[in-house]
Nanobody, 123 residues
Framework: QVQLVESGGGLVQAGGSLRLSCVASGSTFSSSRMGWFRQAPGKEREFVAA????????YYADSVKGRFTISRDNAKNTVYLQMNSLKSEDTAVYYC????????????????WGQGTQVTVSS
């Protein structure tokens, strides 16, 4: 099991940038594929981005492709989500999650979750 703690959320104007961080505890981070999800009020939790063990492969939802970048630093047990050109529709609680499942893009495929960090984009 991996314990995850997100940070970096906040209020930003449309067009601005934020970088989210997720620090993992435990020795299994380097063997965990990591993902970012988000959930807006009244909506289901949705996939945002994922990264493989080494960081060499990344995957994105179409809605964020070209604007968001996921990365990881295994030496620091940390995964990041750089968010640029933010839009009002990016407003949500953002969660990081960990899994051992290959090519996982659904919330149920991730057993370990952080508590979430709020991102609010004002237009």
């Amino acid at each position: 099991q991996v314990q995850l703690v997100e940070s970096g959320g906040g209020l930003v104007q449309a067009g601005g940038s934020l970088r989210l961080s997720c620090v993992a505890s435990g020795s299994t981070f380097s063997s965990s594929r990591m993902g970012w999800f988000r959930q807006a009020p009244g909506k289901e939790r949705e996939f945002v981005a994922a990264i493989n063990l080494s960081g060499g492969s990344t995957y994105y939802a179409d809605s964020v492709k070209g604007r968001f970048t996921i990365s990881r630093d295994n030496a620091k047990n940390t995964v990041y989500l750089q968010m640029n050109s933010l839009k009002s529709e990016d407003t949500a609680v953002y969660y990081c999650a960990a899994t051992r499942t290959w090519l996982a893009f659904k919330p149920f495929e991730y057993p370990d979750w952080g508590q979430g960090t709020q991102v609010t984009v004002s237009s």
